[in-house]
Protein backbone atom coordinates (compact mmCIF):
# COMPACT_ATOMS: atom_id res chain seq x y z
CA UNK A 1 0.00 0.00 0.00
CA UNK A 2 1.32 3.35 -1.23
CA UNK A 3 1.40 5.82 1.83
CA UNK A 4 2.65 9.49 1.93
CA UNK A 5 2.60 11.02 4.83
CA UNK A 6 3.54 15.03 4.92
CA UNK A 7 4.14 17.49 7.38
CA UNK A 8 5.85 21.05 8.24
CA UNK A 9 3.28 23.17 6.50
CA UNK A 10 2.18 26.85 8.96
CA UNK A 11 1.82 30.43 8.56
CA UNK A 12 5.05 32.63 7.65
CA UNK A 13 5.54 36.61 6.78
CA UNK A 14 6.40 36.83 3.03
CA UNK A 15 10.22 36.35 2.58
CA UNK A 16 10.39 33.51 5.18
CA UNK A 17 11.07 29.92 4.37
CA UNK A 18 9.34 26.92 5.28
CA UNK A 19 10.23 23.38 4.92
CA UNK A 20 8.01 20.44 3.56
CA UNK A 21 8.56 16.75 3.97
CA UNK A 22 6.95 13.74 2.35
CA UNK A 23 7.35 10.36 3.98
CA UNK A 24 6.64 7.46 1.83
CA UNK A 25 7.20 3.64 1.84
CA UNK A 26 10.31 2.23 1.13
CA UNK A 27 8.90 0.49 -1.98
CA UNK A 28 7.44 3.81 -3.04
CA UNK A 29 10.36 5.58 -2.60
CA UNK A 30 12.20 3.23 -4.19
CA UNK A 31 10.07 2.93 -7.35
CA UNK A 32 7.81 5.92 -7.91
CA UNK A 33 9.10 9.31 -9.05
CA UNK A 34 7.57 11.92 -6.31
CA UNK A 35 6.40 15.60 -6.55
CA UNK A 36 4.99 18.27 -4.89
CA UNK A 37 1.56 20.37 -6.08
CA UNK A 38 -0.34 23.07 -4.63
CA UNK A 39 -3.96 24.00 -4.55
CA UNK A 40 -4.94 27.62 -3.57
CA UNK A 41 -8.38 28.45 -2.58
CA UNK A 42 -10.89 28.75 -6.23
CA UNK A 43 -8.33 27.16 -7.97
CA UNK A 44 -6.84 24.14 -9.95
CA UNK A 45 -4.37 21.84 -8.58
CA UNK A 46 -0.97 22.79 -9.75
CA UNK A 47 2.81 21.32 -10.07
CA UNK A 48 5.70 22.90 -8.41
CA UNK A 49 8.37 20.34 -8.53
CA UNK A 50 9.45 16.69 -9.17
CA UNK A 51 12.19 14.83 -8.22
CA UNK A 52 12.94 10.70 -8.67
CA UNK A 53 14.90 9.66 -6.58
CA UNK A 54 16.24 6.74 -8.09
CA UNK A 55 18.16 8.90 -10.29
CA UNK A 56 18.02 12.61 -8.28
CA UNK A 57 16.50 13.95 -11.98
CA UNK A 58 14.10 17.24 -10.76
CA UNK A 59 12.03 19.79 -11.90
CA UNK A 60 10.26 23.01 -11.04
CA UNK A 61 7.59 24.97 -12.07
CA UNK A 62 8.57 28.28 -13.72
CA UNK A 63 6.58 30.67 -10.10
CA UNK A 64 8.86 29.03 -8.03
CA UNK A 65 12.32 27.82 -9.84
CA UNK A 66 15.41 29.66 -7.68
CA UNK A 67 13.25 30.33 -4.16
CA UNK A 68 12.00 26.37 -3.90
CA UNK A 69 14.34 23.06 -3.86
CA UNK A 70 13.20 19.93 -3.87
CA UNK A 71 15.70 16.86 -2.44
CA UNK A 72 15.76 13.48 -0.89
CA UNK A 73 16.98 11.67 2.15
CA UNK A 74 17.36 8.07 0.92
CA UNK A 75 17.77 7.05 4.43
CA UNK A 76 14.48 8.05 5.84
CA UNK A 77 12.40 7.36 2.31
CA UNK A 78 11.67 11.38 2.63
CA UNK A 79 11.58 13.93 0.02
CA UNK A 80 11.53 17.48 0.79
CA UNK A 81 10.51 20.99 -0.58
CA UNK A 82 12.84 23.72 0.79
CA UNK A 83 10.64 26.73 0.33
CA UNK A 84 12.09 30.16 0.47
CA UNK A 85 11.65 33.75 -0.20
CA UNK A 86 7.74 32.79 0.48
CA UNK A 87 5.36 35.04 -1.48
CA UNK A 88 1.45 35.80 -0.33
CA UNK A 89 0.43 34.02 -3.77
CA UNK A 90 2.18 30.77 -2.54
CA UNK A 91 -0.42 30.56 -0.17
CA UNK A 92 -1.87 27.40 -0.77
CA UNK A 93 -2.29 23.28 0.48
CA UNK A 94 0.46 21.95 -0.76
CA UNK A 95 0.19 17.85 -1.67
CA UNK A 96 2.95 15.09 -1.59
CA UNK A 97 1.96 12.87 -5.27
CA UNK A 98 3.86 9.73 -5.99
CA UNK A 99 3.71 8.16 -10.04
CA UNK A 100 4.71 4.67 -10.61
CA UNK A 101 3.73 5.06 -14.74
CA UNK A 102 4.96 7.73 -16.80
CA UNK A 103 3.79 10.77 -17.93
CA UNK A 104 4.43 14.44 -18.15
CA UNK A 105 5.39 15.29 -14.27
CA UNK A 106 3.38 18.23 -14.19
CA UNK A 107 -0.10 16.69 -15.28
CA UNK A 108 -1.87 15.93 -12.58
CA UNK A 109 -3.07 12.72 -14.27
CA UNK A 110 0.58 11.59 -14.14
CA UNK A 111 0.53 10.96 -10.39
CA UNK A 112 -1.30 7.83 -9.06
CA UNK A 113 -0.71 8.31 -4.99
CA UNK A 114 -1.85 11.44 -3.47
CA UNK A 115 -0.89 12.45 0.12
CA UNK A 116 -3.44 14.03 2.66
CA UNK A 117 -1.97 17.91 2.69
CA UNK A 118 -0.37 20.27 4.40
CA UNK A 119 -1.45 24.21 4.65
CA UNK A 120 0.81 27.04 3.40
CA UNK A 121 -0.07 30.53 4.55
CA UNK A 122 1.87 33.16 3.60
CA UNK A 123 1.14 37.04 5.06
CA UNK A 124 1.91 40.22 3.35
Known amino acids: QVQLVESGGGSVQAGGSLRLSCAASEYTYSSARMAWFRQAPGKEREAVAYIWPRLGNTAYADSVKGRFSISQDNAKNTVYLQMNSLKPEDTAVYYC?????????????????WGQGTQVTVSS
Open 97 to 113: AAGLAGGAWFQRASWQY
